[in-house]
T-cell receptor, first 113, second 115 residues
Framework: GENVEQHPSTLSVQEGDSAVIKCTYSDSASNYFPWYKQELGKRPQLIIDIRSNVGEKKDQRIAVTLNKTAKHFSLHITETQPEDSAVYFCAASRDNAGNMLTFGGGTRLMVKP | EPEVTQTPSHQVTQMGQEVILRCVPISNHLYFYWYRQILGQKVEFLVSFYNNEISEKSEIFDDQFSVERPDGSNFTLKIRSTKLEDSAMYFC?????????????FGNGTRLTVT
């Protein structure tokens, strides 16, 4: 089955700096890669997703890049703000797998004011 | 914006007892899911459900687990005989279609504590 590795497990940045979180996946058939933000005690919330037919997607301060050949994808947050502090999870799935998302281990992002 | 709702928000039960976790998916959605998250760990897929039957299930979803859509609005997860290791946050989700065309949105979760 699919295996998703995520790095780093913790990331501390100064407000205004950029943050990058990286994930690798094992199943070459995976073609959908969402990113979720989870605040303490709350549900994971989808912040951005990318499908394998594109290499990059951007939404304001958040961007995701995908390298299908290398089987890795990354989340980039620019101009970080204290409210970006949370745990971020990457995930991967195949379209024909009934939304069976395989999650990475999570990255705790701390943005220091 | 419509949301997936889950009840209760917190359930405490004794080992060996049966529990039923309840979810109300978004009304026009057709696919339903349960995921769980042990404290401090990643989210793990349990089961997906479509057209009144299980579509996919993980290794975690053994014979102690079952799902049901008892009526047109509820989707339930039953654990027959709870174990300590079942303690986790259980998230329900629903989508209109499967796959990346319809992103997965989670409910607020039910925290299950087995003592």
């Amino acid at each position: 089955g699919e295996n998703v590795e995520q790095h780093p497990s913790t990331l501390s940045v100064q407000e205004g700096d950029s943050a990058v979180i990286k994930c690798t996946y094992s199943d070459s058939a995976s073609n959908y890669f969402p990113w979720y933000k989870q605040e303490l005690g709350k549900r994971p919330q989808l912040i951005i997703d990318i499908r394998s037919n594109v290499g990059e997607k951007k939404d304001q301060r958040i961007a995701v890049t995908l390298n299908k050949t290398a089987k890795h994808f990354s989340l980039h947050i620019t101009e970080t703000q204290p409210e970006d502090s949370a745990v971020y999870f990457c995930a991967a799935s195949r379209d024909n797998a009934g939304n069976m998302l395989t999650f990475g281990g999570g990255t705790r992002l701390m943005v220091k004011p | 914006e419509p949301e997936v709702t889950q009840t209760p928000s917190h359930q405490v039960t004794q080992m060996g007892q049966e529990v039923i976790l309840r979810c109300v998916p978004i009304s026009n959605h057709l696919y339903f899911y349960w995921y769980r998250q042990i404290l401090g760990q990643k989210v793990e897929f349990l089961v997906s459900f479509y057209n009144n039957e299980i579509s996919e299930k993980s290794e975690i979803f053994d014979d102690q687990f079952s799902v049901e859509r008892p009526d047109g609005s509820n989707f339930t997860l039953k654990i027959r005989s709870t174990k300590l290791e079942d303690s986790a946050m259980y998230f329900c989700a629903s989508t209109l279609v499967t796959g990346g065309f319809s992103p997965l949105h989670f409910g607020n979760g039910t925290r299950l504590t087995v003592t």
